[in-house]
């Protein structure tokens, strides 16, 4: 009987978790609460820019194929933007050092010719460790499916050593661009020699000090789930013959990245509607002949507008990063517009198994949703 109880309770506990993302009231309300008040459109511009400047370097050198990778790395600049400098500055460059070590790691699984399913489970245990490193550093932001993408991205780019050296040497300038950009304002004081505006400065301790919390018992439950559902995403997609399944794994560590079931639930209704939307988006500026440059421009402009409303609804901010994401991979790699389906079906299957996940595994004091 004493271990009957606790089996009762978790099957009762993940019932009731399942139902709640299944009621209509969650559903309507992942769509319209918005947050007011945090929008930083000066911190979203400066992402923009540093995602833009790198494209537009990519462009005029010939070096095309690889100035999605830079735009990975400059994508640093859209972690640590509530932080304010000291705070923001080491963070910034492990995370720059690990987007490029991403990106490194993916191109050489594709240049070693790793199989389908070695690479599923090299990429989605990377995504674990990957949440496992910012949870411990603190690191606000994307979080670890920006890892994904860039491990992803690199390992369908890679087919020799040479692609490797110059993936990696691409996300490398990236990164330094992403980390300038994010202190841009505090390096223009610096400069003039003004004193430092007043900031709140968060709870932060030494990155040395903050790394001891790896063994973190949560954060390690966090991190296996990430592990599990990325995996076990990209596996089906695989399995039913659909061609993108890192694009799985992403959307499930997207949805697996909320601090409780409840935002669990909450993003993964928001992405997948968003991505519904965004696909769409996306299926009709992939039909059009706007070359490099217009791409350019209008990657540019929908990461600005994604950061900019990513802190009010996160199903909008889908609605913008999906096109901006798939543009982002067909500047190297060239997509039909029907990949959109497939990006719809890969974010569907993520998101249900990213919640039943959540369900089986719900702690007794995350129950009360």
Same mark, same amino acid.
């Given at each position: !009987?004493?271990? *009957?109880? $606790?089996?009762?309770?978790?099957?009762?506990?993940?019932?009731?978790?399942?139902?709640?993302?299944?009621?209509?009231?969650?559903?309507?309300?992942?769509?319209?609460?918005?947050?007011?008040? /945090?929008?930083?459109?000066?911190?979203?511009?400066?992402?923009?820019?540093?995602?833009?400047?790198?494209?537009?370097?990519?462009? %005029?050198?010939?070096?095309?194929?690889?100035?999605?990778?830079?735009?990975?790395?400059?994508?640093?600049?859209?972690?640590?933007? $509530?932080?304010?400098?000291?705070?923001? &500055?080491?963070?910034?460059?492990?995370?720059?050092?690990?987007?490029?070590?991403?990106?490194?790691?993916?191109?050489? &699984?594709?240049?070693?010719?790793?199989?389908?399913?070695?690479?599923?489970?090299? *990429?989605?245990?990377?995504?674990?460790?990957?949440?496992?490193?910012?949870?411990?550093?603190?690191?606000?932001?994307?979080?670890?499916?920006? !890892?994904?993408?860039?491990?992803?991205?690199?390992?369908?780019?890679?087919?020799?050593?040479?692609?490797?050296?110059?993936?990696?040497?691409?996300?490398?300038?990236?990164?330094?661009?992403?980390?300038?950009?994010?202190?841009? $304002?505090?390096?223009?004081?610096?400069?003039?020699?003004?004193?430092?505006?007043?900031?709140?400065?968060?709870?932060?301790?030494?990155?040395?000090?903050?790394?001891?919390?790896?063994?973190?018992?949560?954060?390690?439950?966090?991190?296996?789930? *990430?592990?599990?559902?990325?995996?076990?995403?990209?596996?089906?997609?695989?399995?039913?013959? %659909?061609?993108?399944? !890192?694009?799985?794994?992403?959307?499930?560590?997207?949805?697996?990245?909320?601090? /409780? =079931?409840?935002?669990?639930?909450?993003?993964?209704?928001?992405?997948?509607?968003? /991505?519904?939307?965004?696909?769409?988006?996306?299926?009709?500026? %992939?039909? %059009?002949?706007?070359?490099?440059?217009?791409?350019?421009?209008? *990657?540019?402009?929908?990461?600005?507008? +994604?950061?900019?409303?990513?802190?009010? /609804? =996160?199903?909008?901010?889908?609605?913008?990063?999906? $096109? !901006?994401?798939?543009?982002?991979?067909?500047?190297?790699?060239?997509?039909?517009?029907?990949?959109?389906?497939?990006?719809?079906?890969?974010?569907?299957?993520?998101?249900?198994?990213?919640?039943?996940?959540? +369900?089986?595994?719900?702690?007794?004091?995350?129950?009360?949703?």
């Amino acid at each position: !009987m004493p271990l *009957i109880v $606790p089996v009762i309770d978790r099957v009762h506990r993940s019932r009731s978790a399942l139902l709640h993302s299944l009621d209509p009231q969650t559903w309507r309300s992942a769509v319209v609460t918005v947050e007011t008040g /945090n929008t930083a459109v000066a911190s979203a511009v400066r992402v923009g820019l540093a995602v833009a400047l790198v494209l537009v370097v990519g462009g %005029l050198t010939g070096h095309r194929d690889v100035a999605g990778f830079a735009a990975l790395g400059a994508l640093t600049s859209a972690f640590c933007r $509530p932080d304010p400098c000291r705070v923001r &500055l080491p963070r910034l460059v492990v995370t720059g050092v690990m987007v490029t070590g991403y990106v490194a790691f993916g191109a050489v &699984l594709g240049a070693a010719g790793v199989s389908l399913a070695g690479e599923v489970v090299a *990429i989605a245990l990377a995504a674990g460790f990957a949440a496992l490193m910012l949870g411990a550093l603190r690191v606000v932001g994307p979080g670890p499916v920006v !890892m994904v993408f860039a491990a992803a991205g690199a390992a369908d780019f890679a087919d020799s050593a040479d692609d490797v050296w110059k993936a990696s040497t691409a996300a490398v300038i990236g990164a330094v661009v992403g980390v300038v950009a994010s202190l841009a $304002p505090w390096l223009v004081m610096w400069v003039r020699r003004e004193p430092p505006q007043p900031h709140p400065s968060p709870a932060r301790a030494s990155l040395v000090r903050e790394l001891k919390r790896i063994g973190d018992t949560e954060l390690l439950s966090q991190s296996l789930r *990430i592990v599990v559902a990325g995996g076990v995403a990209a596996g089906i997609v695989a399995a039913v013959g %659909l061609q993108h399944p !890192m694009w799985a794994a992403m959307g499930a560590v997207a949805t697996l990245q909320g601090v /409780n =079931y409840h935002l669990t639930v909450t993003r993964g209704v928001q992405r997948l509607l968003g /991505n519904v939307g965004g696909a769409a988006i996306a299926a009709g500026l %992939l039909a %059009l002949p706007i070359g490099y440059w217009g791409a350019v421009v209008l *990657i540019a402009v929908l990461q600005v507008l +994604a950061e900019t409303l990513v802190t009010l /609804n =996160y199903a909008l901010c889908s609605l913008l990063v999906t $096109p !901006m994401a798939l543009m982002l991979t067909a500047l190297g790699a060239g997509l039909a517009p029907e990949v959109a389906v497939d990006r719809v079906l890969d974010t569907a299957i993520a998101v249900v198994i990213a919640v039943v996940l959540a +369900a089986l595994t719900i702690a007794h004091h995350d129950a009360t949703v």
